[in-house]
């Protein structure tokens, strides 16, 4: 079971559709035993093979599971981390990751002492937040365009409602590695977000630290968006 569960993950973490004797090597078995379990994995739809390039990806059925899985393990497990930051930036820390064609907050931890509204569960617009923007960024082309709306909702005059505007925005985000939100979905609040990326350089979750404009003011966005970064990086850290 080891040894296939190996030859799964290693399917996946693949930048390419990968062939038994990649896999094989990639897991340190041989390619015999390799190829028997690659069988059994796809008669249970967990892998698919071209039948033309005898390459592998991950099925049907493994993202059926990864669908139905919630982030109630990953919240427990970082949780002592979003308490660290929460109190070293003083304003709130959340933890948001992709559902379905949204992101939704599965985790926030507020500062000591700091009264301040509850998103857990609430989903919320890509275009209009920094941890929307930031999964955006990091989204292939196809899939970004697949999950955004023809039109832009604005929630204020912030918002960025034009879609050249909007892609340039991700293009900053790649550069930086973090994105912000100043009053573009609620007039008084702001924030900056990072993503913990997979192997392939996909949005895993998105760490997000906001607050009130008075507090979270423009010039502090910077200091926050590298706190941001240093985040995710431990979050990817203690997923490796």
Request: proline residues 6%.
């Amino acid at each position: 079971m080891e040894r296939a569960l190996a030859l799964l993950k290693a399917t996946a973490a693949a930048p390419h559709p990968a062939s038994v004797w990649e896999l094989a090597r990639a897991c340190g078995v041989n390619r015999s035993t390799a190829w028997r379990l690659l069988s059994t994995l796809e008669a249970q739809g967990l892998v698919e093979r071209d039948p033309v390039t005898q390459r592998y990806t991950v099925g049907y059925e493994a993202i059926q599971i990864a669908g139905a899985a919630d982030y109630d393990g990953l919240a427990r497990r970082v949780r002592p981390l979003l308490q660290r930051f929460a109190e070293t930036a003083g304003e709130s820390v959340t933890l948001a990751a992709a559902r379905r064609f949204s992101l939704v907050y599965v985790d926030q931890v507020d500062p000591p002492g700091v009264a301040c509204p509850d998103w857990r569960g609430r989903s919320l617009p890509l275009h209009a937040t920094s941890s929307g923007k930031v999964f955006l960024a990091w989204l292939p082309d196809e899939e970004r365009d697949a999950v955004l709306a023809p039109h832009l909702e604005a929630f204020t005059a912030r918002t960025i409602t034009d879609r050249g505007r909007l892609d340039r925005t991700l293009a900053e985000i790649r550069r930086t590695g973090y994105g912000t939100c100043v009053g573009e979905l609620e007039e008084f609040q702001n924030g900056v977000s990072a993503a913990v990326l997979d192997r392939l350089m996909r949005p895993m979750v998105i760490l997000n630290i906001w607050g009130p404009s008075p507090r979270v003011t423009q010039k502090r966005l910077p200091v926050l968006g590298r706190m941001a970064l240093q985040a995710a990086h431990e979050v990817s850290l203690l997923l490796a």
